[in-house]
């Protein structure tokens, strides 16, 4: 059986571009299309190599803005044959375009269960009203996650969450599940699909996301999940990723990477499938899947990467 690939984009206009006060056509352009990398070279990039994705996107900035700037990021991605699933950053539920210092709290597992489930119902309307089908997944902002969240979930009728990620475990990433886990687990009556994770060094987690992981450690994850017989493997990306900070030119090695990692499951597509949450066949369920081991090679090749990055590629225009 083939492992399944959730190549996952978390799509969102960005907090820090609002509380600087931009306007909306700048906040929405350096979130969604910033320095030309954004979602829709993404989307060609997908395309180009035969891939699925799935795109969850925030809908909760339509509380400042209007339901406009989400709409036409959704009709995008709907157009180019992806899916949309929910994302939800729920600072926004209390932002305006007139007090930008206004907000409700970043973390979603600082409400109760009552405001976690009145939150996701409402962000799951306004993703309609943009467009899209009734979502079945959902992944949290920050993977601030709990078992509450979980509860809401189900209680709204959704089938799948990815919000676990080890790496962030105990907090934000709060679900009570072990943080070494990356099968995916029925847990408070959804399928969690957590976030993929390395050993990039002994005892210390790494999750499996663009600008987190290099090339290289892209790479023998795909393989270890592959030769492993993994059910799944979770990878995340932003819309916003391959840019700087400012979303003013590109970050030339997480473009690299994101380029790179379409080539490798492209090549590998028949051990490992990309696949989209609506319409997914059970999975096996409660298996002892496994992290990549550490390796100090690799770790170190990542650490002098990013370090160019940060030096090079992550100064302002």
Known sequence: M?????????????????????DIDAIAERS???????IGYQLRMLSRHGLKATFFVDPMPAVAYGIDPIKRVVEAILAAGQEVQLHLHPNWAAASDEERGRHASFELIDF????????????????????????????????????????ALAELGFRYDSSHNGSEHPWPSAIGLPE???????????IELPVTLIEDRA???????????????????????????????????HGFELANRA????????????????????????ALVTSHFAGLPDLPLDRDDAPLGPSLLRTRLRQAQQLWSNLVAERAA
């Open 2 to 22: 083939p492992t399944r690939v959730f190549l996952t984009v978390d799509t969102e206009l960005m907090w820090r571009h609002h509380a600087a006060g931009l």
């Open 32 to 38: 969604l299309e910033p320095a030309g990398v954004g």
């Open 112 to 151: 109760t269960l009552a405001e976690q489930r009145e939150l996701i119902r409402a962000a799951s309307d306004l993703l309609v009203a943009a467009g899209a089908q009734k979502p079945v997944a959902f992944r949290s902002g920050s993977y601030s996650a709990s078992d509450d969240t979980l509860t």
């Open 180 to 190: 070494r886990q990356i099968a995916p687990v029925e847990h408070r009556g959804i």
């Open 203 to 237: 005892g210390h987690l790494r999750h499996f996301q663009i600008c987190a992981l290099s090339t290289a450690e892209m790479r023998d994850a795909l393989d270890h999940a592959g030769r492993a017989g993994h059910v799944a493997v979770t990878i995340v990306s």
């Open 247 to 270: 979303g003013t030119r590109p970050n030339a090695v997480h473009v690299h990477r994101f380029e790179a990692l379409c080539r490798m499951l492209a090549e590998r597509r028949g």
